[in-house]
């Protein structure tokens, strides 16, 4: 079990303690592979004590931090003690010392890899999103994301996705619908296929794909208060702000672009009016921010 100040820290996150856990388990199931760490039990005392400070060596946005917390405490069955510097979110400078992890030198030695492997990963996708949204920063547009996630880790990536400033798209296929082009095909049009969510799930979000100009007013007509344009350019996209306007009747449409957005052009996007720029690449392509683990013996 994870230890009640951890599962308290990953609950003030926003985060279930139950599903980091069993995150972690299995990733330290996986590098364990039924067996133990041979060289670490082979080379190290069992009685032997250690610090370990996780030191970024690269600008960036810290996230992750509290998973990082969990992998040491679950390994080491509560045993380590961890004393945190920064908090998720944080920008970063290399150098910048994260946390220190002190206790068993095996517990640490064992446990380094995964930590490093979510630390790094997380704080990737926190670094990269901070970047979209300074790129757009006083235009009034979101940075969102997508469900373009790596399958299992879906919340921590969507969390590390909010820790750089981004809001998230819907969590999964149930708690929101989205109307893309595959459905239009198969209900014989964009509104109807938007109207047969609606009339099966009426309590829920109810986004709608479009591929031309001509497809958006008839779905906004219809009711749809979140349309995304799909591969529009920054004029297409000025066009449909125009088009759908910001007074009634259709006030309260927004609109997100998606598809063959690029960093250097988020800003031309976003200062078009769309109220949200979907980038997939944000937890599908981010690089790691490099963070490393430096033992001190004591």
């Known amino acids: 079990m994870i230890s ?4 308290q820290l990953l609950a003030d ?6 599903y980091v856990e069993r995150v972690v388990r299995n990733a330290v199931d996986e590098d364990l592979d039924g067996g133990e760490d041979v060289t670490t039990v082979a080379t190290v005392d069992e009685t032997a004590q250690a610090v370990a400070d996780f030191t970024v060596r690269a ?3 810290a996230a992750g931090i509290p998973v ?8 080491s069955g509560g045993t380590t ?8 979110g944080a920008r970063v400078e290399a150098g910048t010392v994260l946390f220190t992890a002190s206790g ?6 064992t446990a380094e890899r995964t930590t490093l492997n979510l630390l790094c990963h997380l704080s990737g996708i926190a670094t990269l999103t901070r ?19 790596t399958p299992g880790l879906r919340k921590l990536e969507k969390y590390a996705v909010r820790c750089g400033g981004g809001v998230n798209h819907r969590m999964s296929l149930s708690d929101a619908a989205m109307v893309k082009d595959n459905h239009v095909v198969a209900a014989g049009g964009v509104v109807e296929a938007f109207e047969a969510v609606r009339k099966r799930h009426p309590e829920l979000p109810i986004e709608v794909e479009v591929d031309t100009l001509d497809q958006l007013l008839p779905v906004v007509d219809a009711g749809a208060q979140l349309v995304l344009l799909d591969n529009f350019t920054p004029e297409r996209m000025r066009a449909a702000v125009l088009l ?3 007074n009634e009747p259709y006030g309260r449409t927004r609109l997100e672009a998606s598809g063959g957005l690029t960093l250097d052009g988020a800003r031309a996007a976003a200062e078009t009016g769309v109220d949200y720029l979907s980038v997939g690449a944000l937890t599908h392509s981010a690089p790691i921010l490099d963070v490393g683990c430096d033992f001190r013996t004591t």
Do not use: S
């Not at 009640?4 to 599962?7: D, L």
């Not at 961890?82 to 908090?87: A, G």
């Open 244 to 246: 759908v306007g910001r």
């Open 59 to 61: 600008p960036g946005v």
């Open 81 to 88: 003690q961890i004393e945190f510097h920064v908090q998720d």
């Open 68 to 75: 990082a917390a969990a992998v040491l405490d679950v390994l």
């Open 13 to 18: 996150a926003g985060l279930d303690p139950e």
């Open 131 to 149: 970047r979209w949204v300074d790129a757009v920063e006083g235009t009034g547009a979101k940075i969102r994301d997508t469900r373009k996630t």
């Open 104 to 109: 068993r030198v095996r517990d640490l030695l």
């Open 4 to 7: 009640a100040q951890i599962a």
